[in-house]
C-alpha cells in the first residue's frame, strides 16, 4: 500500500520532532558527564542511545540531515548544578511525557513513530524512577 504524500504540517512536525530527539542526545550525554550518581549516568549514556535511533526513525521520514543544537546539552548540566537532581529530573520526565502528545497524531499515519512514542513514555518513567 502506497503511503500518502507528507503534507506540510506533518513535514513541519516530523523535523521538529527530528530535531528534538537529536538535541536529546546531546542533552543527555551531557548530564551523563557531570551527575554524581553512575547508576544515573549510565541511564542517561542508554537513553542518549536510544534518542539518536528516535532521530533515525524521524530521518528516514523526513529524508533531512539536521545538525543537533547544544542549547539543552549546556542548559541542563548548568540546571543540575543550581537545582539539583530532585527539582530536574522531574522536568526533565515532563518533556518525555509531552512528545507522547506531539507523537500520538503521527502513528496512524507512519507507524514507525508508535514504537518512538512508546519509548518515550519509558523514558519519562526512566528518569523518574532515578528519584
Do not use: C, W
Not at 551523563?32 to 544515573?40: L, N, Q, W
Not at 518525555?96 to 507512519?110: D, G, H, R, S
Request: without cysteine; proline residues 4%; hydrophobic residues 40%.
Amino acid at each position: 500500500m502506497k503511503q500518502d504524500a507528507i503534507t506540510k504540517e506533518e513535514m513541519k512536525i516530523l523535523v521538529k520532532s527530528q530535531q528534538g530527539e537529536l538535541d536529546a542526545v546531546l542533552m543527555y550525554q551531557a548530564l551523563a558527564d557531570v551527575v554524581k550518581d553512575e547508576h544515573d549516568a549510565e541511564t542517561f549514556r542508554k537513553l542518549a542511545a536510544e534518542e539518536g535511533h528516535h532521530a533515525a526513525v524521524f530521518k528516514e521520514l523526513t529524508g533531512q540531515v539536521l545538525t543537533p543544537k547544544k542549547t539543552k546539552a549546556v542548559i541542563l548540566p548548568m540546571l543540575y548544578r543550581l537545582l539539583g537532581k530532585k527539582k530536574l529530573y522531574p522536568k526533565i520526565a515532563e518533556g518525555e511525557y509531552a512528545a507522547i502528545k506531539t507523537y500520538q497524531p503521527l502513528v496512524e499515519k507512519f507507524p514507525t513513530v508508535e514504537s518512538v512514542k512508546n519509548d518515550e513514555k519509558r523514558h519519562g518513567d526512566t528518569v523518574k524512577a532515578l528519584l
